[in-house]
C-alpha cells in the first residue's frame, strides 16, 4: 500500500497548519512561516503538512493573505521536504460539498501550486465523499494518503477501521493516515490497529 518502507517510521511536522489553527484560531501569518520553513526543511521530515483545513478561510477572511500565494512562498523555501495538505474530501477547505468540476480544478490548481501530499478525509469515515478528491489527486500524479478519523463508540471498532483501511488500499491510496485529532487512541488500540492495518 505505501512505498515506505516497512522497517522506517515517516514523521510529518504539521505544525505549520494544525498547531496554530489549535493554539490561535489559525492566524498564522506567512510571513513569519518562512523563517520557519527554512529551517524546518532540513530537518528530515516525511513531509509538512502546512496548507488547507481552515488555513485557507483564515487567510482570506481574517489574515489578508493570499492562500495560493502561501503555498507557492512555502513551496520556494523547501527544497527537500514535500508539502502535504489535508484535503476534506468533497468539501475541499470549506464547509460544504462542491462540485465534482470544482474538486477537479482545485487539487489540479493545488498541486501545480506546490502539493505534494495530499491527506484525504472525511469527518464521518465516509468514503463516498472522498471518491472525487481520491480520483482528482490520481489523475494530477500526487500522492495520495487516504485518512481514517479515529474515534470511540459502538460502531467505530479496530475491525472497521481495518476494514476502512483495506478500502482506502483498494482505491488506490499510497499510504494511510490514522488521525486521532481528539487524542483518543490508547497505546493498546493503536497496537492492534496498525497492526490490523499491516
Avoid at 482570506?60 to 489535508?86: C, G, S
Avoid at 478500502?167 to 490514522?178: M, Q, T, Y
Wanted: proline share 4%.
Amino acid at each position: 500500500m505505501s512505498a515506505a518502507s516497512p522497517k522506517r517510521v515517516h514523521i510529518t511536522d504539521t505544525t505549520l497548519r494544525d498547531a496554530h489553527q489549535s493554539l490561535i484560531a489559525t492566524r498564522m501569518r506567512t510571513e513569519d512561516m518562512l523563517p520557519l520553513a527554512r529551517k524546518m526543511d532540513d530537518v528530515g521530515f516525511f513531509s509538512l503538512e502546512a496548507w488547507g483545513g481552515a488555513t485557507f478561510d483564515s487567510c482570506i477572511r481574517f489574515l489578508n493573505d493570499d492562500p495560493w500565494d502561501r503555498l507557492r512562498d512555502l513551496k520556494a523555501e523547501l527544497d527537500k521536504t514535500p508539502i502535504q495538505m489535508l484535503l476534506r474530501g468533497q468539501n475541499l477547505v470549506g464547509y460544504r460539498h462542491y462540485p465534482d468540476d470544482v474538486v477537479e480544478r482545485f487539487v489540479d490548481a493545488a498541486y501545480k501550486n506546490g502539493v505534494d501530499i495530499f491527506r484525504v478525509f472525511d469527518a464521518l469515515n465516509d468514503v463516498r465523499n472522498m471518491e472525487k478528491a481520491f480520483s482528482s489527486v490520481k489523475a494530477a500524479g500526487a500522492h495520495l494518503q487516504g485518512t481514517i478519523c479515529y474515534t470511540t463508540s459502538p460502531v467505530h471498532t479496530t475491525a472497521k477501521f481495518i476494514e476502512m483501511a483495506e478500502d482506502l488500499s483498494a482505491r488506490g491510496c499510497d499510504s494511510v493516515c490514522i488521525k486521532d485529532m481528539a487524542g483518543l487512541i490508547m497505546p493498546g488500540a493503536a497496537r492492534d490497529l496498525i497492526t490490523g492495518i499491516k
